[in-house]
């Protein structure tokens, strides 16, 4: 009996240390550690055993002698006990051999994945991070080099540009100066036709529209225009039209309108015959010499107006053109958006370093959660073999106690039997010799008196003997008596040991319940992490905002280069139109000079006859080089003119080539975006994966939860007796079916 409360007594010291080493783990971080530190608990543990077993078979052994061979089937059956406990311990040790190394094998291999893991995005990030800032300085030093070589040339074109255009004014000049000598040289100042001209209303001249007088014309139109309101003012000062409808104002104004057309139709017919009438009086009125020169001047008189309108959409041009390059306004552009990128590559970049700490933490988050999974995997099968021990013990500890209950009563039966049987027996034999040695005294009391001392010390002996074979029957009565209190004493101890036990499965439902708890937390930092890949996604769709909105950049860039490509075949119709029109005046100047070599050839034949006509050929002949001078330089002017519309459609050209660059340049951007958007697609379909299967580990714990609820709930008509077990079952209970209604939410 001393031993095995002794026994009791190490067991629970024992399981104390247990809890404390359990407690220890938990709270410990490395898993190689925490495996190593089970796997020397369980050996220690597995020893202890070992010891507590020889310390039982050896107080099985000397119980055994003290009670002799009564009981040898029952010390067979314990040996055999005992054998088969040992048996499983051996198992039990090389099972949880195997495990420990699988345990340690898996957690290497995913310390493994996990550090390469790390390493190969940490790495990724770095080496995205150095081609970026290369590329982007790259492209800015490339950028600036490039737009330093632009501004200087477009400024050496612009001092050109300047510098053509003021020669062109000071020849715009010199021709309007020689249109109106050779209008002033013509015979437009005699009297009579001074006299008509001055009949004539400015109407009429508007209506023709005469090159030379288009400014007249524009003030002659808003004289008109004032003359039309004033007369509108007048129709709506009319009391009539106030009493008038809309309607009625409608048609009044369109039968006015009507009548004003018909009678400015009939007034210009008017004009335009009396026009043709007097220049019939004009033509009929001059003589033939001044018509033949009219008939030769006129050209000249068309093409000079026609040169001049040219050289005046030259000049505009010039005046179009020359605000459109503020290279500093360029530039202060160019530097902003250079700023912007710079902007948004450090966004990125920040945006890059959260999410791989992000990641960092999450696989640290996912590093604990599996370790506390192994262990809480590792720590539920052990109290699950403790319990399945502890149960097997408590039923083995019963049967024992049945059956030393029952061998003791049989053997006080058989004793008290034996001693009821033997107390009868000496009670008959007594009364037999009563009777006898009363017959005998009554027969030779007389006879034998001297005899009969003898006979009596016999009897008292006999009586003697008899007192002391009961006084060792009651020795013997009182012994087993307080056997059967010590018997008692460790039932008592057997029910306490079975009280503590029923404790300890109860603590172990509590830590059930706490590893439940842990359970519902992972669940709730599984949510947390599905939060954050919502999180994630809604970047990743403000990440594509933004490449759409770099795709509509690039096509507005697309459409400045197509509206750049118009303006060039622009040019390059006008070029073509700048070009024939060189071509026609090149024909003319040949026509001039075939003409004028004619005059030449008919004047060196009648020289001698007319003195005034060789005068006036001459003079013409002069007019006609002059003009053949100022056609030469007009025909290097337009070449020239021709030559820098050519040197700036190059310079178009290499500016639409550097925007084309610009625009591969953002394609590959957007690709490249592209692509790091798919690594992060593909990484956070990982990360559900990964989360999915922590979801299925939390299933299967929680299904194991449900099966040992199920495994003592088997056992509740047992454990009804202990009302915190099965409060503890309850809320269990309570919890699985929480967290079924959840799973089928």
Not at 46 to 54: A, E, G, S, T, Y
Not at 267 to 295: I, V
Not at 367 to 375: C, K, M, R
Not at 571 to 593: G, P
Request: with cysteine.
């Amino acid at each position: 009996m001393k031993n095995l409360l002794m026994m009791e007594a190490v067991v629970d010291d024992r399981r104390s240390d247990l809890r404390k080493s359990c407690l220890s783990v938990n709270g410990d971080c490395k898993y190689d550690d925490n495996v190593n530190r089970l796997k020397i608990m369980v050996e220690n543990q597995i020893q202890c055993l070992k010891m507590d077993l020889q310390q039982l078979k050896g107080s099985e052994m000397v119980s055994r002698e003290d009670l002799g061979q009564c009981n040898i089937p029952h010390g067979a059956k314990t040996i055999e006990n005992f054998l088969e406990v040992d048996q499983k311990v051996d198992v039990l040790k090389d099972i949880l051999a195997v495990g420990f190394k699988q345990i340690s094998a898996a957690i290497f291999s995913k310390e493994n994945m996990l550090s390469e893991l790390q390493w190969e995005h940490e790495l990724q990030g770095e080496i995205s991070s150095i081609v970026l800032q290369d590329s982007v300085k790259r492209l800015q030093d490339e950028y600036e080099t490039m737009l330093y070589h632009q501004t200087l040339y477009i400024k050496y074109l612009n001092k050109n540009w300047k510098k053509k255009a003021s020669e062109f004014s000071a020849l715009r000049d010199e021709l309007h100066a020689l249109s109106d000598e050779v209008s002033n040289h013509e015979n437009f100042e005699d009297w009579s036709i001074a006299k008509r001209k001055e009949h004539f209303p400015l109407k009429v001249l508007e209506n023709h529209n005469f090159p030379s007088q288009s400014v007249e014309n524009g003030t002659m139109m808003v004289g008109t225009s004032a003359d039309s309101g004033e007369h509108m003012l007048d129709i709506a000062d009319l009391p009539q039209l106030k009493h008038m409808t809309k309607e009625e104002l409608l048609a009044y104004c369109k039968t006015e309108m009507a009548n004003m057309r018909r009678r400015h139709d009939s007034a210009l017919q008017e004009k335009t015959e009396e026009l043709f009438r007097l220049k019939r009086e004009f033509l009929k009125e001059k003589g033939s010499s001044t018509f033949r020169k009219d008939k030769e001047c006129e050209h000249l008189r068309k093409k000079l107006p026609e040169f001049i309108i040219k050289l005046d959409e030259i000049l505009v041009v010039r005046d179009m053109f020359h605000p459109i390059y503020k290279y500093d306004d360029e530039m202060q552009s160019f530097k902003l958006r250079i700023d912007s990128l710079f902007s948004e590559n450090k966004h990125l970049q920040n945006l890059l370093i959260r999410k791989t700490n992000e990641l960092k933490f999450l696989s640290a988050q996912f590093s604990d959660a599996v370790s506390q999974i192994s262990l809480n995997s590792s720590l539920e099968a052990k109290y699950l073999r403790q319990v399945k021990k502890l149960e097997s013990d408590i039923e083995v500890g019963r049967a024992e106690a049945n059956f030393r209950d029952a061998i003791c009563n049989t053997i006080l039966r058989g004793l008290i039997d034996d001693h009821r049987h033997a107390m009868l027996d000496t009670e008959i034999e007594v009364k037999f010799f009563i009777k006898i040695y009363s017959t005998m005294f009554r027969g030779v009391i007389y006879d034998a008196i001297s005899s009969m001392n003898p006979a009596i010390l016999k009897c008292y002996e006999e009586k003697i003997s008899l007192e002391a074979l009961v006084v060792e029957k009651e020795k013997a009565l009182t012994s087993e008596i307080e056997e059967n209190q010590k018997l008692k004493k460790v039932i008592a101890s057997i029910l306490s040991s079975i009280e503590e036990k029923e404790k300890l499965a109860s603590e172990v439902a509590s830590t059930l319940i706490q590893q439940k708890q842990q359970l519902d937390v992972a669940h709730q930092e599984l949510n947390t992490l599905r939060d954050q890949i919502s999180i994630q996604e809604a970047q990743i769709s403000d990440n594509k905002m933004e490449s759409n909105l770099l795709r509509s950049r690039f096509n507005g860039t697309l459409q400045k280069i197509y509206h750049y490509e118009l303006e060039m075949d622009k040019l390059q119709e006008k070029l073509k139109v700048a070009s024939d029109a060189l071509r026609e005046a090149e024909k003319q100047k040949l026509m001039l000079l075939g003409v004028i070599e004619d005059r030449q050839r008919t004047l060196s034949s009648s020289f001698d006859k007319d003195k005034e006509q060789v005068k006036q050929l001459k003079s013409i002949t002069v007019s006609m080089m002059e003009l053949s001078k100022c056609f030469t330089d007009l025909g290097s002017q337009l070449m020239e003119s021709t030559n820098r519309n050519e040197s700036r459609l190059k310079v178009l050209s290499h500016q639409l080539n550097s925007l084309v660059q610009l625009a591969s340049q953002k394609k590959k951007k957007c690709f490249w975006y592209k692509n790091m958007l798919d690594v992060r697609c593909s990484d956070l379909q990982k990360a559900e994966a990964e989360v999915d299967l922590l979801g299925d580990e939390v299933e299967a714990l929680v299904g194991l939860l449900g099966k040992i609820y199920l495994a003592l709930d088997h056992y509740s008509p047992v454990l009804q007796h202990y009302p915190g077990v099965v409060e503890i079952l309850k809320l269990v209970q309570r919890e699985l079916i929480g967290e079924n209604d959840h799973n089928s939410l």
